[in-house]
């Protein structure tokens, strides 16, 4: 290849967007890793429109980087009847993680391999954490996504508790500002807490959404559910979570994934209600996913929709969510690889 021929976007995969930084100036980089993850051809003449002249040395310098191939690869991809996209990602030491690109124009990725949290109703923690991702492997999820769809918000919401590797998570959400040209404000971090990584993100230069998983406001059912979450109280880590959307300037999301039976009766509203007085955000009620083997069911439509007007009418906003791609276990909790090997 040479450096002036224009780049088909499907070679964006067969290319590459780290290591550039070591041998090209800092200014070329990003804007090399910027057309890849744009999908736009990577050219001399692209450079010098940018006022960006490339050396001899440089043209060599970024064919070299083209054709060394970006650290992780699509190895499977499923189709969901509403358009939704799940694709298993190979990583370079042979794990695999997954990521959904869904037709409402957002990615969920996957900030490690497995989860150490181990949430009783989530696929992504059955078996535990392997390691977290690096910053390369958060950012091509979403470089991989734009192949299928239109992809302009990003939620960590994928395999992994972001909190767990949050640098990682951190300067990868800089990256996709920067080279994939997609705001914080629309990029979305969702954690379980606690209190130490919300007030590292709040004093962090780059700061998401915050989106914050209570799934109960009852301690003791939490510590049953969220086995391996941080142990702060829960009231702490909503003044946390208060605190950053504040200083970021939006509210926060409060997620709840509906379990029937176990956080869906009226005491649960009102627990959760009395948690959330006075602070600003919104209860995102998840309607859950039935995951293979695990013994959960969504409470009905009805009591659903009951709750969502329960919490509204003590002046909280509350919204349902269905998730996308159900049928292709692509949906929220779903995630998981088929077996260890990781091949569906
Ligand atoms: S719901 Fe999130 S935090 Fe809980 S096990 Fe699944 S991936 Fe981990």
């Known amino acids: 290849m040479t450096s002036t021929e224009p780049i088909d976007p499907s070679a964006v995969v067969a290319s590459g967007l ?21 999908g736009r051809p990577a050219t001399a003449e692209e450079f010098a429109r940018q006022g960006l002249q490339l050396s001899a040395e440089e043209r060599r310098c970024l064919d070299e980087w083209l054709a060394r191939g970006l650290v992780t690869g699509i190895v499977g ?11 298993l990602l190979g990583l370079r030491d042979g794990k695999k993680v997954e990521t959904v690109a ?112 209570l799934h109960t406001a009852d301690e003791v059912r939490r510590k049953e559910l969220l086995p391996n979450a941080h142990k702060d109280p829960l009231r702490d880590i909503v003044a946390a ?41 919104y209860v995102n009620f998840i309607v859950y996913n039935k995951v293979d083997g695990l013994p959960f069911e969504a409470p009905p439509r009805e009591r659903i929709v009951a709750m969502a007007r329960a919490v509204k009418a003590r ?18 909790g779903q995630l998981r690889l088929r077996d260890r090997g990781g091949v569906q």
């Open 102 to 213: 869904m037709p409402v124009g957002a990615c969920c990725v996957s900030t490690q391999v497995g989860c150490a949290v181990g949430c009783r109703f989530c696929a992504s923690g059955l078996f535990g954490v392997e390691r977290h991702l690096s910053p390369d492997e958060i950012v091509e999820q979403v470089v991989h996504a734009r192949r299928f769809l239109r992809i302009d918000r990003v939620v960590y919401m994928g395999m992994g508790e972001p909190s767990h590797n949050l640098d990682n998570v951190l300067t990868a959400i800089a990256r996709v500002k920067d080279e994939v040209l997609i705001s914080p404000r629309r990029q979305t971090l969702s954690t379980v807490g606690g209190v130490r990584a919300l007030e590292k993100m709040r004093a962090a230069t780059v700061r998401p959404c915050l989106a914050l998983s």
């Open 241 to 281: 979570a208060d605190a950053y959307g504040r200083d970021v300037g939006t509210p926060v999301q409060f997620e709840w994934t509906l379990l029937g039976g176990i956080n869906d009766r009226d005491e649960d509203v009102e627990q959760l209600c009395a948690l959330l007085e006075g602070v600003r955000g």
């Open 315 to 332: 002046g909280i906003l509350a919204k349902i969510r269905d998730s996308s791609g159900p049928d292709a276990e692509a949906a929220c």
């Open 77 to 87: 991809e499923t189709r969901s009847r509403d358009g939704t996209v799940k694709l």
């Open 18 to 38: 780290s290591g550039l930084g070591k041998v090209f100036p800092p200014p070329k980089a990003l804007l090399a890793r910027r057309l890849l993850a744009t």
